[in-house]
């Protein structure tokens, strides 16, 4: 009587966890792509040439379909085109835009696909999923940066992910959860709860 209700509670704790760990891992992620960008630029590249190199062999020993997977081959050489401008891109631009619409495009092309081919597990599928369809977008979502007149909290408008003279650079991710570490301490001070500070003096 009373394990099932500890089951779900625990559960909901886990993922809880699991959720803070994965946000504290991005956020070090983005720290080290922000440091050692010239690096994190070469990892992508060699992350796209893999991918590409994956979907042509999948398509030439697996069978996999030939309209799909050229779709996910061109993708991913969009993607190759942001590392002209690597760490900055221009978020408001064409070709950013339509690497979005295409990766939303990819992935409903691979799950029908998917859904029609009862031979693979759920395992399998992911194990394909994340360096085919995931990797080298979430690796740019880690490490593109923004300048401080485009971050959230910034006062003052400026071009969307186009570097300026003497200006700043922040990941973009960085940026976001900064933001929303300022809004939450300006609603704990509002409510009369004060942030908890670390040894340094930082909020988190």
Known sequence: ?????LVYASGYLVLLFLAICMACGLYYMAELAEEYSRLTKKVLKYSIWVVLAIHGLLLVLDGFPFFTTM???????VYY?????FPFVNF?????LG???GLLVN?????VYFREQ???RVPQIMAFFVPCVWLVPFGFFVSVSLGDTVLPSATHS????VKQEGQNKASALKGLLQWFGSKRDIFMSNTGMQPSRDYYGKSF
């Open 1 to 5: 009587m009373f394990f099932q209700p």
């Open 71 to 77: 779709f996910g081959i061109a993708l991913h050489v």
């Open 81 to 85: 085109q942001f590392l002209k401008d």
């Open 92 to 96: 408001s631009s064409p070709l950013f």
């Open 99 to 101: 690497a979005c619409a």
């Open 107 to 111: 992935h409903w092309l691979w799950i």
């Open 118 to 120: 009862y031979q693979y």
């Open 158 to 161: 400026g071009g969307l992910g």
